[in-house]
T-cell receptor, first 115, second 111 residues
Framework: SAVISQKPSRDICQRGTSLTIQCQVDSQVTMMFWYRQQPGQSLTLIATANQGSEATYESGFVIDKFPISRPNLTFSTLTVSNMSPEDSSIYLC????????????FGQGTRLTVV | LAKTTQPISMDSYEGQEVNITCSHNNIATNDYITWYQQFPSQGPRFIIQGYKTKVTNEVASLFIPADRKSSTLSLPRVSLSDTAVYYCLVVSTGTASKLTFGTGTRLQVTL
């Protein structure tokens, strides 16, 4: 399995500012993903964080709004830029392991409130 | 990926068996059926995965009929701590950790 640590666990931010969320994994992983979960809703995939190259974004999400870094195989950041109240959500980091493992592991999430 | 449909919510009493059915009519040959559990304020947690027939682990059983167009997650003798949202997902070989979540089933267990 993989242990995933996300920071911060929660934050309250002013509109127009940016917040960077960190995701640290206790082992090297092949795949890292970022999801958003709006209040009372299911999870939506934002992007795949690619090590050493630009992230791959899903439809409806753009790099200018959600820049992602992945400098190595154990760490990634997601920035929520120029925030508005509509960005209030839980943001979750997820990883997949190599070797034919088919399950994904999730962090506890970062609960973001924009005021 | 095949779209999944499952009940929005279910209620159960403690000690009962709970069966949550999911339909995935357009499942492909290389697809697996996977279930995740999410407690409030936590990320989803893998429960069980299967391809066909029956799979059982320490947490649940998964029943998949021959046509694979549906599946049933069975939770034996639920307790209050099983109150959570349960997601049925169809995952493809090779991209199994990149997940597309449906609405999920919100299970409420009471005394």
């Amino acid at each position: 399995s993989a242990v995933i640590s996300q920071k911060p666990s929660r934050d309250i931010c002013q509109r127009g500012t940016s917040l960077t969320i960190q995701c640290q994994v206790d082992s090297q992983v092949t795949m890292m993903f970022w999801y958003r979960q709006q209040p009372g809703q299911s999870l939506t995939l934002i992007a795949t964080a690619n090590q050493g190259s630009e992230a791959t974004y899903e439809s409806g999400f753009v790099i200018d709004k959600f820049p992602i870094s992945r400098p190595n195989l154990t760490f990634s950041t997601l920035t929520v830029s120029n925030m508005s109240p509509e960005d209030s959500s839980i943001y979750l980091c997820s990883v997949g392991l190599a070797g034919g493992r088919t399950e994904a592991f999730f962090g506890q999430g970062t609960r973001l409130t924009v005021v | 990926l095949a779209k999944t449909t499952q009940p929005i919510s279910m209620d159960s009493y403690e000690g009962q068996e709970v069966n949550i059915t999911c339909s995935h009519n357009n499942i492909a040959t290389n697809d697996y059926i996977t279930w995740y559990q999410q407690f409030p304020s936590q990320g989803p947690r893998f429960i069980i995965q299967g391809y066909k027939t029956k799979v059982t682990n320490e947490v649940a059983s998964l029943f998949i009929p021959a046509d694979r167009k549906s599946s049933t997650l069975s939770l034996p003798r639920v307790s209050l701590s099983d109150t959570a949202v349960y997601y049925c997902l169809v995952v493809s070989t090779g991209t199994a950790s990149k997940l597309t979540f449906g609405t999920g089933t919100r299970l409420q267990v009471t005394l």
